[in-house]
C-alpha cells in the first residue's frame, strides 16, 4: 500500500509553493466562486485569494490594490502591508494554512507576497445580509422593536449598543468538525461566574459533529439531559432580553447564521417570563404571568379532568351536565377518549399547519380550520360539543407560553395526562403529576437546579412568579457571581426624602 504524504498544514515563504497549496485547497480554477487575482506590489509578485459575491468589489479595489500596485519597496514585508499599504480597519498575518481558509470562506481576503512568510488577512466582507427588523416570535406591546439577525458580528454590536461596558466580553470559539462555524459565548466580567463560563466552554470543546446549523442542535449538544421533556436553555431573538440574561449573571452564545442568542444555565420559571414583563408596571406585570400559568394549568389539566370525570367519576359531575353530556355522547360513534385524543391531535395539526404555511394564509387558515371541523364534527354527531369547548380552552393556554419549545412539551404532556385520566381517573391524573413534579425537580441547566431557587431554596431576585417593583429588585439572579448579588447600594428611588 502506498504511503500518503499529508499536505502542509503552515505556509512559509517559497510564493510558488504557498500559491500552489491554497490552489489546491481551494480547487482553483475547479470552483467557478473561489477567485485568485495575480497582480505586483513593488515588482513582486502577489495574489489575491477571496470567495466572488463574499467581499466588497470596491473596498477591494480603492484599498486593497490600488495602494499594492501603486507601492514601491525594495524589500516587501507582512509589516509593511499591515502597517503602511492597507488601509483596512482589521488586518492580520498568519502561517497557519486552516486559519487562512477560514478567513477566505468568512468573507475576508488573502494576500500571498513573493518573498513574505505567510499571507496577510483583510476584513472586506461584503457579502449580501439581512437589515434588523422586528423579532418575528417574541413581539411586545412596549419596549425595543429589534431583533438579532443571522450575522454574528451584527448581533454582538446590537448587544453592545445597549450594554456599553467593558465588562461585556466576547470569547471567540470554532464549532464543527468538517464545516467550522463561527460561534461567540458573552458574559459580563464580574457578574458572571467563572465556573459557569468555563463549563460553557469546556461543553462546546466537546461538540464532536461535522456542522452545526442552529442553536436549537447545540443546545442539544451542551444541554445535561438530552433525555428530558423540559427545555433546559432559552432562545431568544431580542438584544434587550440577552442584555437582562446578562445582568442576572448568566451566559450568551451567538452562532453564526442564528438569528437568536441562547441563554445558559436557567430555571423553570424563565419560561414563563415575556420580555416587556419588566416594561410594564409592577401590577400589570404581576397579573401578566399569573394569567399564564392559570393557561398551563388549563392546557394541562382541563382535558385529562375531563376525560377522567366523564369516565371514572360521574358523581362529581352536576345532574344536569351529566344529563347534557351523556344524552350528546349516545349519540357519538366513538367514545369520550379516543375522541378526546382525536379533537387534541387536530388542534396540534392546525397549529402546525398555520406554522408552516405563508403567514399571509396562517390566520385564515387556522381560523377557517377550527370553525369548519369543529361546527362539522358537531353536526355530524362525530364529537361531543362540550368537548371542543374544553380542547378550545386548553389549547388556548398553551398559546400563553412565550417560550416555543415550551409550548411543545406542553402538547406532549397535554396527551399523556389525557391517557392517565382515562386509565384511573383522578388517581392516575394525580399519580402522573406527581411523577412529572419529581422528574423536574431533580433536572439541572448546567448543572444548576432547574427549580432553584424554589427548590433547593437560595438566595435569588425576587422577580420570580411575581413581578416586585424595580426598586424592590435590589438583587441579581442566583446564577450570579456572589460578590456581584447587590445590584445597587443605598435607595433606588434616590428622589425620596
Known amino acids: 500500500m502506498p504511503l500518503t504524504v499529508p499536505a502542509p498544514s503552515a505556509l512559509t515563504d517559497d510564493f510558488a509553493a504557498n500559491t500552489l ?42 484599498y486593497v490594490l490600488s495602494p499594492c500596485q501603486q507601492a514601491r519597496f525594495e524589500a516587501v514585508t507582512a509589516e509593511n502591508l499591515m502597517q503602511t499599504l492597507l488601509p483596512v480597519g482589521s488586518v492580520a498575518h498568519t502561517q497557519q494554512l486552516s486559519q487562512v481558509l477560514q478567513r477566505i470562506y468568512s468573507g475576508d481576503a ?41 450575522t454574528l458580528r451584527d448581533n454582538i454590536v446590537l448587544l453592545r449598543r445597549i450594554m456599553r461596558t467593558p465588562q461585556l466580553i466576547s470569547r471567540a470559539v470554532m464549532l464543527g468538525k468538517c ?51 423540559l427545555p433546559q436553555t432559552i432562545l431568544t431573538e431580542r438584544p434587550d432580553r440577552a442584555a437582562s440574561f446578562l445582568l442576572s449573571g448568566q451566559v450568551l452564545i451567538a452562532l453564526d447564521n442564528a438569528p437568536q442568542m441562547l441563554c445558559v444555565p436557567i ?3 424563565h419560561l414563563f417570563h415575556a420580555p416587556d414583563d419588566s416594561a410594564l408596571r409592577w401590577q400589570y406585570g404581576t397579573f401578566l404571568r399569573f394569567l399564564r400559568l392559570a393557561g398551563v394549568l388549563c392546557a394541562l389539566l382541563v382535558p385529562a379532568l375531563f376525560v377522567a370525570l366523564t ?26 377518549f379516543p375522541s378526546t385524543l382525536l379533537m387534541l391531535l387536530i388542534f396540534s395539526l392546525i397549529n402546525e399547519a398555520c406554522t408552516r404555511v405563508p403567514s399571509v394564509m396562517g390566520g385564515s387558515l387556522g381560523v377557517v380550520s377550527a370553525l369548519i371541523l369543529g361546527q362539522a364534527a358537531v353536526q355530524a354527531d362525530i364529537v361531543n360539543p362540550q368537548l371542543i369547548v374544553m380542547v378550545a380552552l386548553s389549547g388556548l393556554g398553551s398559546f400563553v407560553v412565550p417560550d416555543y419549545p415550551a409550548t411543545i412539551a406542553l402538547r406532549i404532556l397535554q396527551l399523556l395526562l389525557v391517557i392517565a385520566g ?21 433536572r439541572r441547566s448546567l448543572r444548576v437546579p432547574l427549580f ?30 456572589p460578590a456581584s448579588m447587590l445590584r445597587a447600594r443605598g435607595r433606588m428611588r434616590g428622589w425620596e426624602e
Not at 491554497?22 to 495575480?38: Q, T
Not at 369516565?311 to 369520550?336: C, D, F, K, N
Not at 417593583?469 to 435590589?474: A, D, F, N
Request: net charge negative.
Open 422 to 442: 382515562a386509565w384511573a381517573g383522578y388517581f392516575g391524573v394525580v399519580l402522573l403529576l406527581f411523577l412529572l413534579l419529581l422528574h423536574a425537580l431533580s
Open 311 to 336: 369516565t371514572h367519576h360521574t358523581e362529581g359531575i352536576p345532574l344536569s351536565l351529566l344529563t347534557s353530556v351523556q344524552e350528546a355522547q349516545s349519540r357519538m360513534p366513538i367514545g369520550i
Open 452 to 481: 432553584a431557587p424554589i427548590a433547593p431554596r437560595r438566595t435569588d431576585n425576587p422577580d420570580l412568579i411575581a413581578r416586585y417593583p424595580v426598586w424592590r429588585q435590589r438583587l441579581r439572579g442566583y446564577i450570579a457571581n
Open 179 to 229: 464545516i467550522e462555524t463561527r460561534a461567540s459565548v458573552l458574559y459580563l466580567d464580574g457578574v458572571a461566574e467563572e465556573k459557569t463560563v468555563e463549563e460553557v466552554l469546556r461543553r462546546l470543546s466537546g461538540c464532536n459533529v461535522d456542522y452545526i446549523s442552529s442553536l436549537g442542535m447545540l443546545s442539544q449538544l451542551i444541554e445535561d439531559d438530552p433525555m428530558s421533556l
Open 110 to 150: 488573502a494576500i500571498l507576497c513573493e518573498g513574505v512568510s505567510g499571507a496577510v488577512i483583510c476584513d472586506i466582507k461584503g457579502y449580501a445580509k439581512r437589515s434588523v427588523t422586528k423579532p418575528q416570535n417574541e413581539n411586545v406591546v412596549e419596549g425595543p422593536q429589534e431583533g438579532f439577525t443571522e
Open 21 to 62: 497549496l491554497i490552489d489546491n485547497a481551494m480547487h482553483v480554477p475547479l470552483c467557478e466562486d473561489a477567485v485568485k487575482r495575480p497582480f505586483q506590489i513593488g515588482g513582486k509578485q502577489a495574489a489575491l485569494y477571496f470567495i466572488d459575491g463574499m467581499i466588497d468589489n470596491e473596498r477591494i479595489a480603492h
Open 267 to 269: 430555571n423553570a420559571l
